[in-house]
């Protein structure tokens, strides 16, 4: 990996963004940088989904914590989201399906956040880690589900392939999903990577590209726990501004040389993290900037609440000085969120509370969760 250097031949956009990367202590400062920002890829996971009912996998009350209380006799949680575990008995896996993607949940404020950097022309790519669909459901077409589909499923045997949607009342009456060719028979699995499957080559080519035109990474709502994804910070350049918004803090994952050894001296800090609620805060985000975000389905209980404005309207989306501007009719409600500012920890912010003694379920909280293949970059 090729690391740029601050120095006076550097390009105008690199310069840009190490300004930018030293000067991100407050939320102004991140959305000043959003905003002038025109390639901005995002690594998601499961916590962007959580308000829609779905839980995560390494929270205290997540699927893992939920795979402990089911009658299974696997060694760790994680083997349900194992082939070969599937492949021996694909019981518990629907038993799961039918507890948790049963109900036809609808995108969360984060996913029209993403849509709105994708209408803003902002939005370089984004990675999800989730195979929910709802970036889909939310408009995102600049999304590489890098774990596949749950919105379709294959047989295993002859890989026909069907719309998970039509099997959701076999699942439900506890039946396992098989194929509708007689001579088959075979188990249908929704077209998503378990654990011991690789990803489409699709993923690390566009990783590929993709880190040579990024001018600032937002990581939202995972554990950066799964590789490979969770190289992928690791595996930009390291000019370019990095930020999480999440419920737990974050470390980078270090990047594994080609003999597999952690490479050196790369930092594993982020520049700035926004600890909380990502909801919640990319409300604020948008309050800030003036932004409206795309309704959703379900936009009555949004107007029904009684919130008040911090928006701020700029004309340009260059304008670095947004904030000093008076603020026309708010275009974006938000909750008014306290925002906590730490003197031992300058690039930490939390929202509404502290959150910086959050910590995922002790048992999936260590630092080495290889489960999935990694890419060779
Ligand atoms: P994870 O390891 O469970 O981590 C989730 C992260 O999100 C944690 O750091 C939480 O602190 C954080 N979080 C939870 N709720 C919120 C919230 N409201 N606001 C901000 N942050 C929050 O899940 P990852 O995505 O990191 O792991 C990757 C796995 C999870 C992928 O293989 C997925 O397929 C799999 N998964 C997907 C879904 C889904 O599609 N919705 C659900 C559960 C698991």
Known sequence: MQCVQGSSNVPASVSAALLAKSKMGT???????????KKVLVVAGAGISVSCGIPDFRSKDGIYAMIEHMDTHFPEPECLFQIEYFRQDPAPFFQLVRNVFAHSPAPSTTHRFLKLLQDKHKLLRLYSQNIDGLEDAAGVTKCIPCHGSFAWSSCMRCKLRVPTSSLMDVIRAGVIPTCSNDDCRGVLKPDITFFGELLSDHVSTSVTKDRLQADLLLVIGTSLKVSPVA?????????IPQVVINKTALKKKKLKTNNKKPAAGASREFDLTLLGDCDEIVEQICGLAGWDLPRSLNSERESSSSLDAVAIESSSEDDDDFESRRPTPPQTKAKAVRVIE?????????????????RLDDR???DNDDATSGFVW
């Open 27 to 37: 939320l102004k400062d991140f959305v000043r940088v959003l905003r002038k920002a």
């Open 231 to 239: 190289e992928i910070p690791g595996f930009l350049p390291s000019h």
């Open 342 to 358: 730490h003197a031992d920890k300058p690039n930490v912010l939390c929202f509404g509370e502290c959150h910086c003694s959050n």
């Open 364 to 366: 999936h909280n260590d």
